[in-house]
């Protein structure tokens, strides 16, 4: 598990802090603006890295590595994310972190 720990540790961050349970889902979008607008640049690449990293796990439907990684980022978050929903919640983090920031 400390592999999953260190390889996914910038994911942790984001989820504990910006789509924990007390995030409702039509607040998430503008929560990954937070995180974007907010975080030094070096951050937020770390995330787009390891969203990178966990699309790679399911595109080689590695499930098992999958949740390793759904546990341990429900440590603290108690927010699950699941292999059927990895796909679509990859696609709007990346979506919004990759839209030029509102000036």
Wanted: glycine share 2%; no cysteine; net charge negative.
């Amino acid at each position: 598990m400390a592999e999953i720990e260190e390889r996914f540790k910038t994911l942790r961050y984001f989820v504990d802090g910006y789509y924990n349970q007390s995030i409702d889902d039509d607040e998430f979008d503008d929560r990954i603006r937070d995180f974007r607008d907010r975080e030094p640049e070096s951050l937020v690449n770390a995330l787009r890295r390891e969203l990178a990293d966990l699309q790679t796990v399911i595109d080689q439907g590695d499930r098992d590595t999958f949740r390793k990684v759904e546990v341990f980022l429900h440590h603290n978050s108690l927010r699950y994310i699941e292999f059927d929903d990895g796909q679509a919640f990859i696609e709007r983090v990346l979506r919004i972190l990759d839209h030029e920031p509102s000036s």
